[in-house]
Nanobody, 120 residues
Framework: QEQLVESGGGLVQPGGSLRLSCAASGIIASIYKMGWYRQAPGKQREMVATITGGRPSYSDSAKGRFTISRDSAKNTVYLGMSSLKPEDTAVYYC???????????????WGQGTQVTVSS
């Protein structure tokens, strides 16, 4: 079964930086889109950044501070985060839209999430 494994979360002070990684494994023929979402306590999950065919897209809160990148050879997506704020505190989830075999419908998969806490 296809699997996404995130890493890189942790505790960081306001103004600090973190880099999240998400590696996909399993039977994957092609990946259409990969992205990062987050969910803070008591709030709905929201999009942070996605990358489709090399083209990134960011939420307003992420623009200018976060950078999404992808290593297609490794089926891995990264999220570089800088100038972190307490309001960035959340569980960050990785997502991908992929085909298990060529010609299949696209599927969506989620990682288990990694906690990012921004606090002094």
């Amino acid at each position: 079964q296809e699997q996404l494994v995130e890493s890189g979360g942790g505790l960081v002070q306001p103004g600090g930086s973190l880099r999240l990684s998400c590696a996909a494994s399993g039977i994957i023929a092609s990946i259409y889109k990969m992205g990062w979402y987050r969910q803070a306590p008591g709030k709905q999950r929201e999009m942070v950044a996605t990358i489709t065919g090399g083209r990134p897209s960011y939420s307003d809160s992420a623009k200018g501070r976060f950078t999404i990148s992808r290593d297609s050879a490794k089926n891995t997506v990264y999220l570089g985060m800088s100038s972190l704020k307490p309001e960035d505190t959340a569980v960050y989830y990785c997502n991908m839209h992929y085909q298990q075999y060529y010609g299949d419908d696209y599927r969506s998969a989620w990682g288990q999430g990694t906690q990012v806490t921004v606090s002094s």
